[in-house]
């Protein structure tokens, strides 16, 4: 399988369960919506700047692409799902909502995928990887911590005594 399918569809099934626990609390405790959806928003955000540095930190082979095309993925299997979601765990929300969930919902859940992302693969792509082998050649890094050579004793000249 793909490693875009594997990331598009496991964001899309957090971005759906996130959609339908926050559409749960909004119905049973409306005052407390506003704190926990900006912690889900956080959490959202997080899940994919952490999973996508750790793919560039590892090397994954062109990390840019493989992550448009999940967020792509992501967006409007997101929305049919919490729309299947809602309806069967919140309020029996119909077919009219899957509109509204392929459009904007689509592309929210698209943008909160991609742009975390691409700061991940970022932000991974500078950290040193597990498979890099610049502290083994001897070439110095830019941050200056590859080890140094050490300095050999110097032998004593031989010479004709005399």
């Known amino acids: 399988m793909p490693s875009w399918v594997v990331r598009g569809l496991g964001l899309a ?61 992501a967006g409007p299997l997101a929305g049919i799902l919490s729309v299947i979601g809602r309806a069967v765990f919140v309020d029996q929300t119909g077919m009219s ?23 991940g693969i970022l932000v991974g792509g500078r950290l040193r990887s597990p498979h890099d082998n610049r502290d083994t050649d001897g070439a110095d890094d830019a941050d200056g911590d590859s080890p140094k050579p050490t300095p050999q004793p110097r032998r004593p000249k031989v010479g004709p005594a005399g």
């Open 13 to 73: 099934v957090l971005h759906a369960a996130a959609t339908v626990a926050l559409a749960k609390i909004a119905v049973f405790q409306p005052t407390e919506s506003t704190t926990v959806t900006a912690v889900v928003l956080a959490l959202l955000v997080g899940a994919a700047l952490l999973w996508s540095s750790l793919d560039a930190w590892l090397g994954l082979t062109d990390p840019g692409r493989t992550w448009f095309i999940a967020a792509l993925l």
């Open 97 to 119: 909502e899957l509109g509204s969930a392929l459009t904007g919902g689509a592309a929210f859940t698209a943008l909160l995928v991609l742009v975390p992302a691409g700061l």
